[in-house]
């Protein structure tokens, strides 16, 4: 029984829904020496999120970020939390809905994710934030 | 300390809440086995979720579909992602607000929901499809 | 490798998001004793959810109560689950969309929390409830 625990730093992802899949592949080598287990990817921010969709088609990615910004809109007036911008509000309720972790089962040192499944790091803010998850591993290594 | 990891297909739910407890229950004996522990069980699609809401009532069932249905409407006029039939989008909306996956603690060889609480499988999408969760138990056995 | 589980009682928190995570702290001196793990909790009801988000501007709070009263209206006119209260059947919707439980990541005795994440219990009923959690941490001890 095996404990692993990364933290993964983004620089400046573009606002709306980013895929991410490589990223962590990368960045978390160790899941190939796990026979079973779970990934947990935990944002340690309060206006991105993250959430796992449709990897192929970057329309899905676009379709996404407009059905939230109609949804989620800014300058309703009954918001209250609006000295750091238009868009920060909203970034803390789509924040709230999509929310900030996933656990993800490893599989014969896989990331057990269907065929159409990609993760993404849905950023709601428009200037550039630097943002960090961390990443911890259970299992059963081989 | 003991890993159990099992994949439970679901072949033409219809579209809506389907209340799917007793199956995962049926289909993960192992459960009993565990004095405490946590069951994952994700759902490998990105136009169906998962999501935990009240067992008793089937009204509450046809309120969240209906629900759904209208704040996450078809034919938005900013969709690009259309090809594949105007329920398909926002499938995959509703997806990403509910989830594809679920944790739910195993205490006494029991899965520990509250009194009012299943576990459904939400099918988004209009025309029956195949649907495949991965469950994995972790915990302490007997 | 170390299994906790314990739950915690909730009693008459008013309708709202209700910043938590001292209470939890609280109530689960154990993390300290963790190097490494994972902290579930898991709500044992239908129309009350966790959530986490802004824990430093009360502002956010209410403006999430706001934005979620509006876009889950009471008394829509589809609704059949209305027997108890025109607040119930959007209390279930709430909390599908947010969620019934969270995993936090535990980092040397502490919860991984990023400097501005708090940990939410959403009432979503207008009359006091008495809510349940259970906090399952798993681990691995100093």
Redesign the interface.
Known sequence: ?S?E?VNIKFEGLPRGFNLITDTILDKIPQIKSFR???L?I?????SASL????NA?S??R???E??FN???PEN?P????TLEGSDD?PA??K???????????I?SGRL??????GIFLCEHRSLPHTR?L?A?I???KY
């Open positions: 029984m404990w625990q079973i287990g779970l947990n935990f944002l340690k921010h309060t959430s796992i969709n449709e088609c329309d899905v676009q379709d996404l407009s059905y109609k949804f989620v309703e009954y918001y209250r939390h509000m803390h309720i924040s709230s809905i999509l929310g900030s972790s996933l656990s993800v089962p599989s057990n994710l269907g065929t159409w499944q960090t961390t911890t259970n299992g059963e």
